[in-house]
T-cell receptor
Framework: DTEVTQTPKHLVMGMTNKKSLKCEQHMGHRAMYWYKQKAKKPPELMFV???????INESVPSRFSPECPNSSLLNLHLHALQPEDSALYLCASSQEWGEQFFGPGTRLTVL | SQQGEEDPQALSIQEGENATMNCSYK?????LQWYRQNSGRGLVHLILIRSNEREKHSGRLRVTLDTSKKSSSLLITASRAADTASYFCATDAVTRDKIIFGKGTRLHILP
């Protein structure tokens, strides 16, 4: 299995909602990533987990809360988001430094 | 912060022609990668070139790296409609788990 899967594909939420994005990989990769991508912009790194421990937090607001329950799963918990947080959220994984395998993304709309 | 800058920002060519995209970066790197993104989807890794390599091929793709000029180019030969996508270069930062994407080139192949 060489895929990274993400659910849901689309999510619409209000500013007072709590929701979670999920990411899964079964390639045995040691590192998993969350990126945020706005339209016509490059992906921006949010968080990196290495061996299930948070290794990089790119000064992301606390309304985004990552979680890595095990080596195959990565969650992003969302609470009290703002409309400007609407974006494509991408998950990726990698084994070595270099090539990252991306999931298809979750298109998030905050109303 | 962005490390790579691609040019052109957008490129339209006829099917069958060759497409060349360039990437410049600011600081020394261990490797440089190129990714493709079809509209609104996840990124697909195309090729990785290490700092001690000057040229690399993969199918119709040819990547060059000039570390003295801090620049790289991606050549797609005999373009096809399916090559229509955004192309991003990505360089590793001081922290090797982190890669930074350039702004991207939007390539459109005309029938």
């Amino acid at each position: 299995d060489t895929e990274v899967t993400q659910t849901p594909k689309h999510l619409v939420m209000g500013m007072t909602n709590k929701k979670s994005l999920k990411c899964e990989q079964h390639m045995g990769h040691r590192a998993m990533y969350w990126y945020k991508q706005k339209a016509k912009k490059p992906p921006e790194l949010m968080f990196v987990y290495s061996y299930e421990k948070l290794s990089i937090n790119e000064s992301v607001p606390s309304r985004f809360s990552p979680e890595c329950p095990n080596s195959s799963l990565l969650n992003l918990h969302l609470h009290a988001l703002q409309p400007e947080d609407s974006a494509l959220y991408l998950c990726a994984s990698s084994q070595e430094w270099g090539e990252q395998f991306f999931g298809p993304g979750t298109r998030l709309t905050v109303l | 912060s962005q490390q790579g800058e691609e040019d052109p920002q957008a490129l339209s060519i006829q099917e069958g022609e060759n497409a060349t995209m360039n990437c410049s970066y600011k600081t020394s790197i261990n490797n440089l990668q190129w990714y493709r993104q079809n509209s609104g989807r996840g990124l697909v890794h195309l090729i990785l070139i290490r700092s001690n390599e000057r040229e690399k091929h993969s199918g119709r793709l040819r990547v060059t790296l000039d570390t003295s000029k801090k620049s790289s180019s991606l050549l797609i030969t005999a373009s096809r409609a399916a090559d229509t996508a955004s192309y991003f270069c990505a360089t590793d930062a001081v922290t090797r788990d982190k890669i930074i994407f350039g702004k991207g080139t939007r390539l459109h192949i005309l029938p």
